[in-house]
């Protein structure tokens, strides 16, 4: 690895710790591309639930040829995001694919474009896409080369806010388990003390009372709780490890 290499790993790496977004570590990105090609400009394009959306973009024109696509359903943004693979047009104007896709960016000033997959084959796949004016600008390794870690930052920025979203939801998730078991475990104090009987028959009690009344087993408990005392039960201090 070069020393340009390693300091621009360093740089992008530091752009996901100073930014408090994904879209804002994408928009970085971006920008970084357009700096590093010819591009007239560059879009990020990301699929959820099969619906394509530009979610940032540098420079000019990828908006545009962006919703072209969308619009049609084809093209080469989609191509890559759908493939998983590049796609390299050298000259819109000989290109007979996708339409009239090739006709409309024509018009728009842009005869070749590069578009890099992104998150490939998971359920946010998207594309680092690139637009150019001159015929063959991403022609060259070289051109293509310098992007390519740019789209690999970006897959890495998805799985790394993917796997956070899901710690949050994983905890969110144990946080109302926690406090369903506290108001559970009340009741069943309150149901012990009045039937003295075992911890096992205090829930089953709890649990008939539940079916029969067709109420889910913590409301069931929260209003027994709430008879008895005249105040909603106490929930538990979730206390996180320093």
Same mark, same amino acid.
């Given at each position: 690895?070069?020393?340009?290499?390693?300091?621009?790993?360093?740089?992008?790496?530091?752009?996901?710790?100073?930014?408090? #977004?994904?879209? /804002?570590?994408?928009? &970085?990105? +971006?920008? $970084?591309?357009?700096?590093? @090609?010819?591009?007239?400009?560059?879009?990020?394009?990301?699929?959820?639930?099969?619906?394509?959306?530009?979610?940032?973009?540098?420079?000019?024109?990828?908006?545009?040829?962006?919703?072209?696509?969308?619009?049609?359903?084809?093209?080469?943004?989609?191509?890559?995001?759908?493939?998983?693979?590049?796609?390299?047009?050298?000259?819109?104007?000989?290109? #007979?694919?996708? /339409?009239?896709?090739? &006709?409309? +960016?024509? $018009?728009?000033?842009?005869? @070749?474009?590069?578009?890099?997959?992104?998150?490939?084959?998971?359920?946010?796949?998207?594309?680092?896409?690139?637009?150019?004016?001159?015929?063959?600008?991403?022609?060259?390794?070289?051109?293509?080369?310098?992007?390519?870690?740019?789209?690999?930052?970006?897959?890495?920025?998805?799985?790394?806010?993917?796997?956070?979203?899901?710690?949050?939801?994983?905890?969110?998730?144990?946080?109302?388990?926690?406090?369903?078991?506290?108001?559970?475990?009340?009741?069943?104090?309150?149901?012990?003390?009045?039937?003295?009987?075992?911890?096992?028959?205090?829930?089953?009690?709890?649990?008939?009372?539940?079916?029969?009344?067709?109420?889910?087993?913590?409301?069931?408990?929260?209003?027994?709780?709430?008879?008895?005392?005249?105040?909603?039960?106490?929930?538990?201090?979730?206390?996180?490890?320093?």
């Amino acid at each position: 690895m070069s020393t340009e290499d390693a300091y621009d790993e360093n740089r992008i790496t530091q752009w996901l710790l100073e930014t408090d #977004s994904l879209e /804002g570590f994408l928009q &970085a990105l +971006a920008d $970084a591309a357009l700096k590093l @090609s010819n591009a007239l400009g560059v879009g990020v394009t990301l699929e959820r639930d099969g619906r394509p959306l530009t979610v940032v973009n540098a420079g000019i024109a990828a908006p545009e040829l962006d919703e072209k696509q969308y619009g049609l359903d084809d093209g080469p943004c989609l191509q890559s995001l759908r493939t998983g693979e590049e796609v390299v047009v050298d000259d819109m104007l000989g290109e #007979s694919r996708w /339409g009239d896709y090739p &006709a409309f +960016a024509v $018009a728009s000033g842009v005869r @070749s474009s590069l578009s890099l997959p992104i998150a490939a084959h998971t359920h946010t796949a998207g594309a680092l896409n690139l637009y150019a004016g001159p015929s063959r600008a991403f022609g060259e390794e070289a051109a293509r080369t310098a992007v390519r870690p740019l789209a690999a930052q970006a897959t890495g920025g998805i799985a790394l806010a993917q796997r956070m979203a899901d710690v949050r939801d994983f905890a969110d998730q144990l946080q109302t388990a926690m406090k369903s078991r506290s108001v559970i475990d009340q009741a069943m104090g309150v149901v012990m003390g009045q039937n003295r009987c075992t911890a096992e028959a205090a829930f089953n009690i709890l649990r008939s009372a539940s079916q029969h009344r067709n109420v889910k087993l913590r409301d069931l408990c929260a209003e027994l709780i709430t008879g008895l005392t005249g105040e909603p039960p106490a929930e538990p201090e979730l206390r996180h490890r320093p």
